[in-house]
């Protein structure tokens, strides 16, 4: 059964950081598109970060100047590494799996991490 796990949320005081993990198990991890996304209180899932199979990035808005999205595939595993943490970066941090083969297309969900930055 395919699981992405995430950890390293938390609490942190804006200024800080923090970096998210996500690991997969049971999916050819290297041929997946890996993605974070985050989902504030009230508000919708938007798009954080996105790494393709061959390491390109992709960020939205201006988080390119503060996240960092990497991949090992060595250890199945996508990271988030977050600087200068605000108080509007508090959310649930969620990793995504998607890959189309075949017509068909695989999209796998973890279940989230929480972030809180706050003083």
């Known amino acids: 059964q395919v699981q992405l796990v995430e950890s390293g949320g938390g609490l942190v005081q804006p200024g800080g950081s923090l970096r998210l993990s996500c690991a997969a198990s049971?999916?050819?991890?290297?041929?997946?598109?890996m993605a974070w996304y985050r989902q504030a209180p009230g508000k919708q899932r938007d798009l954080v970060a996105v790494?393709?199979?061959?390491?390109?990035?992709h960020y939205a808005g201006s988080m390119k100047d503060r996240f960092t999205i990497s991949r090992d595939n060595a250890k199945n595993t996508v990271y988030l590494q977050m600087n200068s943490l605000k108080p509007e970066d508090t959310a649930v941090y969620y990793c995504?799996?998607?890959?189309?083969?075949?017509?068909?297309?695989?999209?796998?969900w973890g279940q989230g991490t929480q972030v809180t930055v706050s003083s």
């Open positions: 790494i393709t199979s061959g390491g390109i990035t």
């Open positions: 995504k799996a998607a890959r189309a083969l075949g017509g068909n297309d695989y999209v796998y």
């Open positions: 049971d999916i050819a991890f290297s041929y997946y598109v």
